[in-house]
């Protein structure tokens, strides 16, 4: 069943009829950890859903509660900069790689030139 918060975000509720999986889940918004069951929701694609684990794709967004769905944004929001600053980490460790690299190679070069050949 489609539900609506307040500021106009929509989500399924799965409600309480749901069918139990057994899988246990946890709450972007506030960490808890259990099985899907009255109160949870999720927001997103049923594509993001069937692609997780692609390139460019986020996870879907679970939340144990109305409220910890109303705290999506800011969630999402602090999850992007968490893998901003990843990328900027591994951007920044491939950099050195490099260039240590090129310093080991200018090294070699530097013998080669000082063996009498």
Do not use: N
């Amino acid at each position: 069943m489609k539900v609506a918060t307040e500021d106009g975000i929509e989500f399924e509720d799965e409600g309480p009829g749901a069918p139990p999986s057994g899988q246990v889940h946890t709450c972007d918004a506030c960490g808890k950890s259990s099985i899907w069951g009255p109160g949870w929701c999720w927001y997103g694609s049923w594509r993001q859903h069937e692609d997780f684990g692609l390139p460019g794709v986020e996870r879907i967004f679970k939340a144990c509660s109305l409220a910890c769905m109303k705290r999506r944004r800011e969630v999402t929001e602090k999850r992007r900069i968490a893998a901003d600053i990843d990328a900027a980490k591994s951007d920044e460790q491939r950099l050195e790689e490099e260039l240590a690299d090129k310093r080991r190679w200018r090294e070699q070069m530097e013998r080669r030139k000082e063996t009498p050949g």
